[in-house]
């Protein structure tokens, strides 16, 4: 059973600190990934996608990806309150053919305090 | 572009009934998913389709759930007959070319009620 592990939270961060959400997978042949937030009672919302090893930015937003590790992290820099929210981390795989299946994690659940 | 379109919003149903969920992806997207959502078991992922063809319907869970996609621009989830368990809120996706690493851009979601 391939998975995706994360910590289900809350994590509470004060505003304007550096959130970090973690994700382990446990598929090694994992091809890519995805951070999603969700807010209360709303759909999965794409924030991020990774596919190198490394880091990827994207406004106050930062992925990292380490393959040899299976860990895939997400820097939330200058937290606002706004960002409260559970956000999921999704990797994708090759389960055959042409199969890719997208797992999600079960969220970490984010409190940013003002 | 109008993202996912799910309907209804929400269905409230008794046990035994027919319930069906409908699905338009974005379009040009040609991949399309169902996931399923609890609190206890997060999204899972319930079948998907690459060009109207079922890939992958090992998340089913069960012969009283089945998915049709007739062509690009519909799909559809039913639950014959339900149950109180089958309560959750349940998600299309669809993503573009779908080899594992385009993104998959969620619906608004069914929330889906079984009494």
């Known amino acids: 059973q391939k998975e995706v592990e994360q910590n289900s939270g809350p994590l509470s961060v004060p505003e304007g600190a550096i959130a970090s959400l973690n994700c382990t997978y446990s598929?090694?042949?994992?091809?890519?990934f995805f951070w999603y937030r969700q807010y209360s009672g709303k759909s999965p919302e794409l924030i991020m996608f990774?596919?190198?090893?490394g880091d990827k930015e994207d406004g106050r937003f930062t992925a990292q990806l380490n393959k040899a590790s299976q860990y895939v992290s997400l820097l939330i820099r200058d937290s606002q309150p706004s960002d409260s929210a559970t956000y999921l981390c999704?990797?994708?795989?090759?389960?055959?053919?042409?199969?890719?299946?997208?797992?999600f994690g079960k969220g970490t659940l984010l409190t940013v305090n003002p | 572009d109008a993202g996912v379109i799910q309907s209804p919003r929400h269905e409230v149903t008794e046990m035994g009934q027919e319930v069906t969920l409908r699905c338009k992806p974005i379009?040009?997207?040609?991949?399309l998913f169902w996931y399923r959502q609890t609190m206890m078991r997060g999204l899972e992922l319930l079948i998907y389709?690459?060009?109207?063809?079922?890939?992958?319907d090992s998340g089913m869970p069960e012969d009283r759930f089945s998915a049709k996609m007739p062509n690009a621009s519909f799909s559809t989830l039913k639950i014959q007959p339900s149950e109180p368990r089958d309560s959750a809120v349940y998600f299309c996706?669809?993503?573009?070319?779908?080899?594992?690493?385009?993104?998959?851009?969620f619906g608004q979601g069914t929330r889906l009620t079984v009494v």
């Open positions: 379009s040009g997207h040609n991949s």
């Open positions: 389709f690459n060009n109207n063809v079922p890939i992958d």
């Open positions: 999704a990797v994708s795989g090759n389960s055959g053919g042409s199969n890719y299946k997208l797992t």
């Open positions: 996706a669809s993503s573009l070319a779908w080899t594992g690493g385009t993104p998959a851009f």
């Open positions: 990774i596919y190198s090893n």
């Open positions: 598929d090694r042949g994992s091809q890519s």
